[in-house]
């Protein structure tokens, strides 16, 4: 029998220097610091995918569970690529109660757009009315 494979957002069950460690074989995350890994973790919602308690994957959330949702640092574990847990993970989080009032959902992807596709997401209609301020890179 397969082992379930499950989506859980508690805190504690996260493996922090996991995460750091897939975050830092990123382009956008590469050169991420721990404590900075630490800080993410502390100021938003966030996600874990598992099996048998084992993390498998990580992604989270900004949000004031009103209007906006930035869905940030998807990444599953490079063995564990390829079997579908990022399209998983990511429906958990679009269906979970605490985020059905979410006016708009955002995220910026190099190369998946492909994935997010397939729940729904966009390109922006009006990228032109977007502004940021770029501190570091």
Not at 31 to 53: H, M, P
Not at 58 to 71: E, G, Q
Not at 108 to 118: I, Q, V
Request: charge should be positive; aromatic fraction near 8%.
């Amino acid at each position: 029998m397969k082992e379930a494979v499950y989506v859980s957002s508690d805190v504690e069950k996260l493996d922090i220097p996991l995460i750091h460690r897939c975050l830092s074989q990123t382009p956008w995350a590469r050169n991420r610091t721990l404590e900075e890994v630490n800080t993410c973790v502390a100021n938003s919602l966030n996600f874990g995918i598992y099996k048998q308690n084992q993390q498998l994957g990580y992604a989270r959330l900004l949000t004031d569970y009103v209007f906006m949702a930035y869905l940030l640092d998807v990444v599953i574990v490079p063995e564990h690529r390829g079997q579908g847990l990022a399209l998983r993970l990511i429906k958990h989080i679009l269906k979970d109660e605490r985020l059905q009032n979410i006016r708009i959902w955002r995220l910026g992807t190099d190369d998946a757009h492909g994935l997010y596709k397939k729940v729904g997401f966009e390109a922006i209609a009006q990228p032109e009315k977007l502004m940021e301020i770029k501190v570091k890179a």
